[in-house]
């Protein structure tokens, strides 16, 4: 080899390696960019992420009041924006008269809950005394004795504070108050121009095969996030309802703010109904250990037959999630964004694993993609739903 090719090749690794190395410049600055624009719009990502939510729980409201009907002999059918009003209207009429036959008496049993509070603090006392006094009544060696006093000691405190906790990050998100009024007029928007937004974000792709799979990859994340949202809010319901009456017919006090609490908890996978029964089984302690054992009973078995019967059934085909899957989904959303990160953390890694999947999918060209006019045509109606 001569010096001249020599010169050439090693100018031509150096050229190489120097390309290289500026495109992982490039891309470690361009990943540190858009994490910092994540984290410093991460309010809005929410406000968005809740506002997607919202309109997947109106949007087949929507659909069924489009659905044309006849009177006499023609056809009638209800304009998309005029549906839109119709379902918003519906929908707050609907909050307001079930507000104004729940909120006095969700009210009057706060109100005797709050009164009880000075009471329910000295039975804690009482309990750390009984726990305190059990190592003597046993007879226990003296290390074993400290120990267990010391681990009751910071129990109560520790039980306060974790109570405390819970209600400062509940008074917390009363700064996202305006957004009961942003979410519905952002989502009137979304819902309108829907399908708007689709063709053009569809449109985009100039390749018949990439518009395939763009198509199919959002017809999936759709239907995976219309099943969640859908046996979500189910399931609130059923637990409310359920947990509610049967909380009521045990003589438990306060059974309509249990009612509430366990519906609006069952937005919060695990710690929500985790948490709910141990203040329910508490409070009933304090009036009867009875009650309170015949209580966390009913919690207990109901909890397993909703996990494993009934929360499968509502998700049926549009989410397939192992529960140790949601356990660590929970845990991360915790620790990554607190009460809304646990929230958001089952949709989240529901559509993770829809991505995955189309990506798996693509690399193994699973995928068929469309040749011929008929299937292309196909792509055209499946994109305009």
């Not at 009003?85 to 709050?114: D, H, K, N, T």
């Not at 989410?319 to 089952?346: D, N, R, Y």
Request: charged share 15%; proline share 4%.
């Amino acid at each position: 080899m001569s010096d001249d090719q020599t010169l050439s090749s090693g100018s031509s690794d150096f050229a190489r390696t120097r390309r290289v190395i500026l495109q992982v410049i490039l891309l470690v600055a361009a990943t540190i960019a858009i994490s910092w624009v994540v984290y410093a719009l991460r309010a809005l990502l929410v406000l968005l992420a809740f506002t997607i939510i919202f309109c997947y729980l109106v949007a087949p409201l929507v659909d069924f009041i489009e659905r044309p009907f006849r009177i006499g002999a023609r056809t009638w059918h209800v304009p998309h924006t005029l549906a839109i009003m119709i379902v918003y209207l519906l929908l707050f009429g609907g909050i307001a008269l079930a507000l104004e036959r729940i909120l006095p008496l969700f009210s009057e049993q706060i109100s005797s809950l709050l009164e009880n509070v000075p009471a329910y603090t000295r039975q804690l006392d009482q309990y750390s005394k009984w726990l305190t006094s059990l190592p003597n009544r046993y007879r226990l060696p003296a290390n074993l004795r400290l120990t267990w006093e010391n681990s009751i000691n910071t129990l109560i405190p520790s039980l306060f504070s974790w109570v405390q906790l819970i209600v400062s990050k509940v008074l917390q998100l009363t700064k996202y108050l305006p957004w009961v009024v942003l979410i519905p007029i952002i989502g009137f928007f979304f819902l309108k121009d829907v399908r708007v937004i689709s063709d053009k974000l569809l449109t985009a792709f100039s390749k018949a095969d990439t518009r395939y799979r763009a198509t199919m990859f959002l017809k999936d994340v759709s239907a995976t996030l219309a099943a969640y949202i859908r046996a979500q809010l189910v399931a609130c319901l059923l637990v409310g309802i359920i947990e509610g009456t049967g909380l009521w017919l045990l003589g438990v006090s306060y059974p309509a703010v249990f009612a509430v609490t366990a519906g609006l908890f069952e937005f919060v996978p695990i710690i929500g109904p985790l948490t709910l029964g141990i203040i329910a089984t508490l409070v009933a302690s304090f009036h009867s250990w009875h009650s309170a054992l015949l209580i966390a009973g009913f919690l207990a078995v109901y909890r397993i037959i909703h996990d494993y019967v009934i929360y499968p059934r509502l998700l049926s085909q549009g989410m397939e999630i192992h529960p140790v899957a949601v356990i660590l989904a929970v845990l991360s959303g915790a620790e990554l964004g607190g009460v809304i990160g646990v929230f958001l953390s089952v949709p989240v890694l529901a559509l993770l694993m829809v991505c995955w999947r189309h990506w798996r999918e693509m690399q193994l060209n699973r995928l068929a993609v469309p040749t011929n006019v008929d299937e292309l045509s196909m792509i055209e109606s499946i994109s305009r739903e």
